[in-house]
């Protein structure tokens, strides 16, 4: 799977929304865009980024009467329909090329948290990323994102996200947050395989099976229980966890989505709550200092809110470390942002606290136990 450049597009009331991978660049910067008839410069600043979307808001702070596209239903699209991808390829200047849709709801591409994208045929090479996907009246239906390529260049499968996601990130940037914060489901989903539609007594192998429910959450609020399979949201199919994720993802906070269930081979509808993720336990970050292995390092406890932000997988008991400080001890040891530490020297760790006191003293070697991406393993480092 192959990123492409770094091309923005002008949406709308003076926000532009672009690959997240501007984030490396300063907080104010400027955008050059180059058109048929004129070039384009303005000075911007980010206002928001999205890591689970892989999206970032930029607002223009100087000049006016940009040029903007309107924003079409993703929703709406068909396989089949004809689709515009504008962009930069290979810098060489504004491009368009045509293609269809050729798939919806493509997920398991690898691309962000939200694998749910539109997948196109039309042309798309490096320096497409970031342009609009349009449909034949002129909406920005998508957003240019990847392509699928042994090359790097097209070989007409590329894919782009929803813009009904986009818009839940501008909201938030239009609104003054500063992260997205989306609806929760409290339960884990988990994909069917073969095997265990036979075993649920399935016609065949869709929609995502609820593997755990938070007993505090809205799933089981709404009466959702271990083994509900959730085939619907408002309507919408939704054919395995991802599609599930991007239906409740795109829906604004407040009010309820109507949720088509199967249980025990019946159909059933349960009303789910749109609300955000708890903040419990407080974060209570911590930066760790001293001559351990997590110098540099700021650590917070887990929550609800803390696993969605930071795509926490399977583990629930520990700290997630959120920062790295360059060049610190912590930084020598490999560790990332989003690993949760578990236990060290054998003491299980269940709060930030409890690892600031394991390490605030020296020892000749340290034994730490770590969970990265859903494994779990253990090291032994020098003191």
């Not at 000049?63 to 903007?68: D, I, K, L, R, V």
């Not at 997205?180 to 395989?193: D, E, F, M, N, Y």
């Not at 917070?300 to 795509?311: C, D, F, K, Q």
């Not at 990332?336 to 236990?343: K, L, N, P, T, Y």
């Amino acid at each position: 799977m192959t990123r492409n450049g770094g091309y923005t597009r002008v949406l709308k009331a003076g926000f532009r929304s672009s690959p997240r991978r501007l984030n490396s660049a300063p907080r104010r910067d400027r955008i050059r865009r180059a058109s048929p008839a004129r070039r384009l410069s303005a000075a911007h600043k980010i206002l928001l980024r999205d890591p689970r979307t892989d999206l970032a808001v930029l607002k223009l702070t100087e000049g006016s009467n940009f040029p903007t596209m309107e924003l079409g239903d993703s929703d709406a699209l068909e396989v089949g329909d004809l689709t515009l991808a504008i962009g930069n390829p290979f810098g060489v200047g504004q491009t368009v090329t045509q293609g269809i849709v050729s798939a919806l709801a493509r997920t398991h591409v690898g691309i962000s948290d939200y694998g749910f994208f539109i997948q196109t045929d039309a042309a798309i090479n490096p320096g497409n990323s970031g342009g609009p996907l349009v449909d034949m009246n002129a909406r920005v239906v998508g957003i240019n994102s990847a392509i699928f390529s042994k090359s790097g260049g097209s070989v007409g499968i590329g894919f782009a996200i929803p813009v009904n996601m986009v818009k839940s990130v501008l909201a938030a940037a239009k609104g003054g947050g500063k992260m997205v914060k989306r609806p929760w489901l409290g339960a884990t989903l988990q994909s069917i395989s073969q095997d265990i539609s036979e075993g649920l007594g399935l016609d065949r192998p869709t929609g995502a099976l609820l593997a755990d429910v938070d007993p505090k959450g809205p799933a089981a609020e709404a009466g959702l229980k271990r083994g509900d399979v959730i085939i619907s949201v408002d309507g919408q199919p939704a054919d395995d966890p991802e599609a599930v994720g991007y239906r409740l993802g795109t829906k604004p906070l407040g009010g309820q989505a109507t949720v088509g269930v199967l249980r025990g081979g019946k159909k059933i509808v349960a009303q789910i709550r749109l609300t955000p993720a708890p903040e419990t336990p407080p974060r209570d970050p911590v930066k760790l200092k001293g001559q351990s292995p997590f110098a540099g390092a700021t650590v917070i406890n887990i929550s609800p809110a803390v696993v969605e932000e930071m795509s926490v997988q399977g583990v629930m008991n520990g700290v997630v470390v959120s920062e790295i400080e360059d060049g610190s001890l912590a930084q020598q040891l490999n560790l990332q942002r989003g690993d949760i530490v578990m236990a060290v020297n054998d003491q299980k760790i269940d709060s930030t606290r409890d690892l600031e006191k394991a390490t605030a003293s020296r020892a000749y070697y340290w034994k730490i136990t770590l969970a990265r991406g859903g494994q779990v393993f253990t090291t032994v480092v020098g003191g």
